[in-house]
Nanobody, 118 residues
Framework: QVQLVESRGGLVQTGESLRLSCTFS???????????MGWYRRTPGKQRELVAT???????HYKDSLKGRFTISRDNAKNTLYLQMNSLKLEDTAVYYC?????????WGQGTQVTVSS
């Protein structure tokens, strides 16, 4: 079993930066380092969408429109996933979810609200 806990998001203004973190904890045999991890987000009335993913060996993938502004990273020693968000825009307002996947099993965090205001 895996638990994912996102850091608190918050209210920021356009152009500001925010870093989210996601702490991974697992029962015996579940090691953060072997999981592919990701960040997703959902806005009201829309489906959850991919923000960025990072494989267990560090290969990253981003939603095209977020390349250059968002950076996903992981610290396997700390069992933590990060999402650095820069130059935030109003349209980045969403609930952000942490995801862990391994061999067809997917786990999700509870989500954290990020609100960008002008």
């Amino acid at each position: 079993q895996v638990q994912l806990v996102e850091s608190r998001g918050g209210l920021v203004q356009t152009g500001e930066s925010l870093r989210l973190s996601c702490t991974f904890s697992g029962t015996s045999g579940n090691f953060f380092s072997v999981y592919d991890m990701g960040w997703y987000r959902r806005t009201p009335g829309k489906q959850r969408e991919l923000v960025a993913t990072i494989t267990n060996y560090g290969m990253t993938h981003y939603k095209d429109s977020l390349k250059g502004r968002f950076t996903i990273s992981r610290d396997n020693a700390k069992n933590t996933l990060y999402l650095q968000m820069n130059s935030l825009k109003l349209e980045d307002t969403a609930v952000y979810y942490c995801n862990a996947e391994l061999e067809g099993h997917a786990y999700w965090g509870q989500g954290t609200q990020v609100t960008v205001s002008s």
